[in-house]
T-cell receptor, first 115, second 111 residues
Framework: DTAVSQTPKYLVTQMGNDKSIKCEQN?????MYWYKQDSKKFLKIMFS???????INETVPNRFSPKSPDKAHLNLHINSLELGDSAVYFC??????????????FGSGTRLTVV | TQLLEQSPQFLSIQEGENLTVYCNSS?????LQWYRQEPGEGPVLLVT?????EVKKLKRLTFQFGDARKDSSLHITAAQPGDTGLYLC???????????FGIGTKLQVIP
């Protein structure tokens, strides 16, 4: 039973298209995140939601729009895709907003390739 | 902006050897976490350390947190092929629970 599941696993699309990535967690966590991992394996936070409320938005182009219909889901919609958007996108969740000992539970990632 | 440096960036060793990888921060860690990421998967949390000088062990892995809470090391004894992966250190800030990751050490253990 997957804790954090993302779909699709792979996404190949042309420049200019609009695409969405879905994420769901069944851990009962109240905070969810989107991270981007580039070709050099550097993981950088994009967004964070706590109980459906946006709490972190790290200077991401406004072509990227997260949506959280409930605290178990955080989707990522990308408009007008560009070549530089090619990367692996990870969804993650965590238990508590304040507890330092809690780590993230990551999904297995979505490899986005823009051609 | 906090910078996390990890060294070495790449490490290839034979099965059975010991190794140590390092993580250094430009500022004091709030809490330091180590993750391991295998190809095609997301990172998996290995340990969280909070107190300066703290040492934690996880089977053959030993994690040490510097007294000044600005550096950490991960030592693996008798490495096995299953240890292969990308080792990431991260700082988890209080408040909004933002985690900042280092660039990682890519470890390959050759059978």
């Amino acid at each position: 039973d997957t804790a954090v599941s993302q779909t699709p696993k792979y996404l190949v699309t042309q420049m200019g298209n609009d695409k969405s990535i879905k994420c769901e967690q069944n851990l009962g966590h109240d905070t969810m995140y989107w991270y981007k991992q580039d070709s050099k394996k550097f993981l950088k936070i994009m967004f964070s939601y706590n109980n459906k409320e946006l709490i972190i938005n790290e200077t991401v182009p406004n072509r990227f729009s997260p949506k959280s219909p409930d605290k178990a889901h955080l989707n990522l919609h990308i408009n007008s895709l560009e070549l530089g958007d090619s990367a692996v996108y990870f969804c993650a969740s965590s238990q508590s907003r304040e507890a330092r000992n809690y780590g993230y539970t990551f999904g297995s990632g979505t490899r986005l390739t823009v051609v | 902006t906090q910078l996390l440096e990890q060294s070495p960036q790449f490490l290839s060793i034979q099965e059975g050897e010991n190794l140590t990888v390092y993580c250094n921060s430009s500022s004091v860690f709030s809490s330091l976490q180590w993750y391991r990421q295998e190809p095609g998967e997301g990172p998996v949390l290995l340990v969280t350390v909070v107190t300066g000088g703290e040492v934690k062990k996880l089977k053959r892995l030993t994690f040490q947190f510097g007294d000044a809470r600005k550096d950490s090391s991960l030592h693996i004894t008798a490495a096995q092929p299953g240890d292969t992966g990308l080792y990431l250190c991260a700082d988890k800030s209080v408040g909004y629970q933002k985690v900042t990751f280092g660039i990682g050490t890519k470890l390959q253990v050759i059978p």
